[in-house]
């Protein structure tokens, strides 16, 4: 069935630090991508997705890019802030397989200090 | 529109005891979702509707868990004769979209935190 296996955390980093949080898949067919966010405290939020090959989801400075070839979506930031620190998970959808329902990492959890 | 809400936000029973969670979907949304999260892990897939179809359940839901949506609005999520296993948050999701149509963006509602005693 598909998976997702991220990054295991935490992960603790300076601020203006340079951010990677690793995400690989299997899936059956041609998923869409997805990284959640949790900020503490908060529900399940939507960063960046990415619905085909080599396409790039961004946000908030965040990026990701759907990597077919090596199955990978890793979650990047080129300067993080403190309120980046949250619980990030990566996740797929595998709709073309005839199903809706979202497979998740188990989360990283990332601190930022100042 | 103010979001997926969900009630309670926190519940605590005994061992054996019923309980049933409510989700409010975005009220245009015709897909509802719910998922069971525990603690350091990420938010595991239970049962899916479209409007009032639920159409997709996993291996996870046992016979113990039932799951309506009576009018293709609010869903219920009932757990019957709970063990202390059943103690996790409790996520619903709402998207829009149709049958056999491409992927939406779920939202999440803040969970039902169930703690089993």
């Known amino acids: 069935g598909d998976s997702v296996t991220q990054m295991e955390g935490p992960v603790t980093l300076s601020e203006e630090a340079f951010l990677t949080i690793n995400c690989t898949y299997t899936?059956?067919?041609?998923?869409?991508l997805f990284w959640y966010v949790q900020y503490p405290g908060e529900g399940l939020q939507l960063l960046l997705k990415a619905t085909k090959a080599d396409d790039k989801g961004s946000n908030k400075g965040f990026e990701a890019t759907y990597r077919k070839e090596t199955t990978s979506f890793h979650l990047e930031k080129g300067s993080v802030q403190v309120s980046d620190s949250a619980v990030y998970f990566c996740a797929l959808e595998d709709s073309g397989a005839g199903s809706y329902q979202l497979t998740f990492g188990k989360g990283t959890k990332l601190s930022v200090i100042p | 529109d103010t979001g997926v809400s969900q009630d309670p936000r926190h519940k605590i029973t005994k061992r054996g005891q019923n309980v049933t969670f409510r989700c409010d979907p975005i009220s245009e949304h015709n897909r509802l979702y719910w998922y069971r999260q525990t603690l350091g892990q990420g938010p595991e897939f239970l049962t899916y509707?479209?409007?009032?179809?639920?159409?997709?359940k996993s291996r996870l839901l046992s016979d113990r868990f039932s799951a309506e949506r009576p009018k293709g609005s609010f869903s219920t999520l009932e757990i019957q004769r709970t063990e202390q296993g059943d103690s996790a948050m409790y996520l619903c999701?709402?998207?829009?979209?149709?049958?056999?149509?491409?992927?939406?963006?779920?939202?999440f509602g803040p969970g039902t935190r169930l703690t089993v005693t």
């Open positions: 509707f479209q409007n009032e179809a639920q159409l997709e």
């Open positions: 899936a059956t067919g041609y998923p869409s």
């Open positions: 999701a709402s998207s829009s979209g149709t049958s056999g149509g491409s992927s939406y963006e779920q939202y």
